[in-house]
């Protein structure tokens, strides 16, 4: 398994790629085409950084390249103009098996299906359903919102989170920034959605707690 960040203003092209890659064993961290995003993508401490020059504007590209010039990347940076490129050049450019072994493994749980009071999740489909609301998520958004479906009421980690989800002990500051991303991702698609204020509480220094809430009854 390898953690890779892609930069990309093309949601649909992000998409399609993250779940190409997430099917595979990853975990894509999409980010956007900005200077700042440029920046935290080498905090993030990739296997791999794909940028997606296709979306960037001018002055992104050329924001992106005094980027490189200054940051001490580990991993090697492909640039894609199509979501096929990246699938045809990962098994060559992401040593996998190399970053894993000097990892420390721990143990795995798959996502699980289930009814969490205000929320239906499905794993398979990856999709969660709020007030009769169907919100499509991605691979890793599916195990995080398990994961804490799985300890509703309960403040869990980010450490705890990218352990299960990367399937080796993750350190503190890496786990912060791996989480919190998909964590603002899927706090977005709830508010797009309208299904209501966000249900991931976030407390400094205890981590991530889904709500207990109750579907609402129906009114008489």
């Known amino acids: 398994m390898g953690r890779i960040v892609l930069i990309s203003d093309d949601l649909e092209l992000s998409r399609e790629v993250a779940q190409r890659l997430e099917e595979k064993g990853h975990v894509v961290i999409p980010l956007e085409c900005h200077e700042s995003r440029f920046y935290q993508a080498a905090?993030?401490?990739?296997d791999l950084l794909?940028?997606?020059?296709?979306?960037?504007?001018r002055d992104a590209s050329a924001a992106f390249q005094r980027a490189l010039a200054t940051l001490d990347l580990k991993c090697p940076v492909l640039g894609i103009f199509g979501a096929l490129d990246v699938v045809r050049s990962l098994p060559a450019l992401v040593g996998t098996a190399d970053v894993l072994?000097?990892?420390?493994p721990v143990r795995k749980n798959k996502p699980v299906s289930g009814e969490y009071?205000?929320?239906?999740?499905?794993?398979?489909?990856r999709e969660v359903t709020i007030r009769g609301v169907s919100i499509p998520l991605t691979p890793t958004e599916t195990h995080i919102l398990s994961i804490l479906a799985a300890n509703v009421g309960k403040y869990i980690s980010p450490?705890?989170?990218?352990?299960?989800?990367?399937?080796?002990?993750?350190?503190?500051?890496?786990?912060?920034e791996l989480v919190r991303v998909h964590i603002h991702n899927l706090r977005r698609k709830f508010q797009k959605a309208g299904?209501?204020?966000?249900?991931?509480?976030?407390?400094?220094?205890?981590?991530?707690?889904?709500?207990?809430?109750m579907r609402p009854r129906a009114g008489r």
């Open 43 to 46: 905090q993030l401490r990739p």
């Open 50 to 57: 794909v940028a997606d020059f296709a979306s960037m504007s």
């Open 101 to 104: 072994a000097a990892k420390q």
């Open 117 to 125: 009071g205000f929320m239906s999740l499905d794993v398979h489909r």
């Open 159 to 176: 450490q705890a989170i990218a352990s299960e989800i990367q399937g080796y002990e993750v350190d503190e500051r890496e786990a912060g």
């Open 195 to 213: 299904v209501g204020p966000p249900y991931i509480v976030s407390s400094r220094g205890k981590g991530y707690l889904l709500e207990r809430r």
